[in-house]
């Protein structure tokens, strides 16, 4: 079946630090990979995606590179900021199928 | 920039008690999901609804579960007979046609079963 891991949390940074949050997944076929991000009290908001391999998914500073040799969809930004607290999803969708979300990770960033 | 919006934003409710969850999708998406997150767990998917019909559902999504699309507007989930671990976060999620189209997600509603 399909699958997402993450990086386990909290990732804890301070203001300005470069931040990679990793993720690699397992499913049939080509899946498209999708971020997203929830802010405290806050639903779930679409951070950026990528339907093909080798695709850049690019949104606010933050991007991920799909890596198909390597099943995964790391996410970096160069210099993070204290808005940018938040727990961030990873997720496939392996055709027509529903989303498969990876267990989510905290960013604490302080100033 | 449309967005879907679920009402209410928390609901409780005593054991046993049937709660209808009630959403609005993007007027013009197609596609409609229901998530839960239990409280530092990962969002799992319960049900996906096209053509007015479930497409597809998840082994939570059993009986005590079922979805309506009542109108044009509005798409409900509706859980009867509540149980405590019924207490979760519960996320709607509408899409447009097209296979790369993101699923766009309402802020929720933190159901909490007394």
């Known amino acids: 079946g399909n699958s997402v891991t993450q990086m386990e949390g909290p990732v804890t940074l301070s203001e300005e630090a470069f931040l990679t949050i990793n993720c690699t997944y397992t499913?049939?076929?080509?899946?498209?990979l999708f971020w997203y991000v929830q802010y405290p009290g806050e639903g779930l908001q679409l951070l950026l995606k990528a339907t093909k391999a080798d695709d850049k998914g690019s949104n606010k500073g933050f991007e991920a590179t799909y890596r198909k040799e390597t099943t995964s969809f790391h996410l970096e930004k160069g210099s993070v900021q204290v808005s940018d607290s938040a727990v961030y999803f990873c997720?496939?969708?392996?055709?027509?199928?529903?989303?498969?979300f990876g267990k989510g990770t905290m960013l604490l960033v302080s100033p | 920039e449309p967005e879907v919006t679920q009402t209410p934003s928390h609901q409780v409710t005593q054991m046993g008690q049937e709660v209808i969850l009630r959403c609005v999708p993007i007027s013009n998406h197609l596609y409609f999901y229901w998530y839960r997150q239990i409280l530092g767990q990962k969002v799992e998917f319960l049900v996906s609804?096209?053509?007015?019909?479930?497409?597809?559902k998840s082994e939570i999504f059993d009986d005590q579960f079922s979805v309506e699309r009542p109108d044009g507007s509005n798409f409900t989930l509706k859980i009867r007979s509540t149980k405590l671990e019924d207490s979760a976060m519960y996320f709607c999620?509408?899409?447009?046609?097209?296979?790369?189209?993101?699923?766009?997600f309402g802020d929720g509603t933190r159901l909490s079963i007394l």
């Open positions: 997720a496939l969708r392996a055709g027509y199928s529903t989303l498969t």
């Open positions: 499913a049939t076929g080509y899946p498209s």
């Open positions: 609804f096209y053509n007015n019909e479930i497409s597809e």
């Open positions: 999620a509408s899409r447009a046609r097209g296979q790369a189209q993101p699923q766009h």
